[in-house]
């Protein structure tokens, strides 16, 4: 957006970290009487008409062919529906905080994905990175593990976080198809959320839920910051800030959000702060800062 042009750097990267730091609690609200796919399809066909609406304010092109709309249909289905039906029912039994912090993984994944998927160059530090990232979320789950013998509820709670993540990667490697295939971004975002919605209620209604809505304060207030911060101003901020300091400097933001998610919890959701948890948090933001750093390029190392 023009407007962002004139906000310092610094501004649009707090935006982000605070906005989607919060968004995991803001979920936590959305947990009640309304089905949780109900939700997500509320919150991002909300969101997908604001993104409509700027896309032809920007006379962004919103007409393609079936065949692109396909594209747009994967990218909706993974990246803003089943990845959300999970992470929504995962927070049914974990506290919103350590779901964010699972999540950051999802840089070393997508790494691995893309060399996978797409022949992506991946240099040997990632994967030791890799491993500090797992040990630090090992450790801030630890807690949770070691009680599945009496929780059944933490030991699904895990279960569906993991596979949140892992649809989460397929999400992001449809997105890069449609980066590669020459996609406006604003325009891939806003038919990807549209679908995403869509698909959720198409879910919520198969399974036999009444479609509800809850008017109350608490999932009215949640609904709109999820829809209009969580996924609207938090993207127009984001995208101008990966153009000026690029995806290495942007993706800092994911170091930064389990973090502040995590603090959240702490307050919000009496989530027990330990020795543990420090040493959990501190050797997953050292992964990510590892797998961040632009790869050195060594004269003669033939590396």
Not at 29 to 57: D, H, K, M, N
Not at 79 to 87: D, E, I, K, N, Q
Not at 201 to 207: E, N, Q, T, V, Y
Request: proline fraction near 4%.
């Amino acid at each position: 957006m023009p407007i962002l042009k004139a906000i310092p750097t610094l501004y649009l990267f707090s935006v982000c970290v605070v906005i989607w730091g919060s968004t995991w609690f803001a979920i936590k609200l959305q947990l009640g009487t309304v089905a949780p796919e109900f939700s997500i399809g509320y919150r991002f066909l909300l969101a997908s008409a604001v993104l409509f609406a700027y896309c032809r304010w920007r006379r962004l092109g919103l007409s393609f062919a079936m065949k692109q709309h396909a594209d747009f249909a994967l990218l909706g289905s993974t990246l803003f529906c089943t990845s959300y039906v999970f992470v929504y029912h995962a927070e049914l039994y974990l506290v919103s905080g350590m779901v964010a912090v699972a999540y950051s993984a999802s840089p070393m994944i997508n790494m691995f994905a893309s060399r996978l998927i797409f022949g992506t160059p991946m240099a040997w530090r990632v994967t030791i990175a890799a491993l500090f990232g797992i040990a630090g979320i090992c450790c801030i789950f630890w807690p949770e593990v070691a009680s599945v013998s009496v929780n059944r509820n933490a030991e699904l709670g895990i279960l569906l976080t993991v596979v949140s993540v892992l649809v989460s990667t397929a999400g992001n490697m449809a997105a890069v198809r449609c980066q590669n295939r020459g996609y406006s971004t604003w325009t891939s975002i806003a038919w990807g959320m549209f679908y995403g919605g869509a698909i959720a209620l198409a879910i919520g209604a198969a399974m036999g839920n009444p479609l509800a809505f809850e008017p109350t304060a608490g999932y009215i207030l949640s609904l709109l910051y999820l829809s209009l911060f969580g996924s609207v101003i938090a993207f127009a901020c984001y995208l101008p800030l990966l153009a000026r300091i690029g995806a290495a400097g942007a993706g800092y933001i994911g170091v930064m959000v389990p973090i502040v998610a995590l603090v959240i919890s702490f307050f919000m959701e009496k989530f027990t702060w330990s020795l543990l948890t420090t040493a959990g948090v501190v050797l997953s933001v050292l992964g990510n800062i590892a797998i961040l750093q632009p790869q050195r390029k060594l004269a003669g190392a033939g590396l």
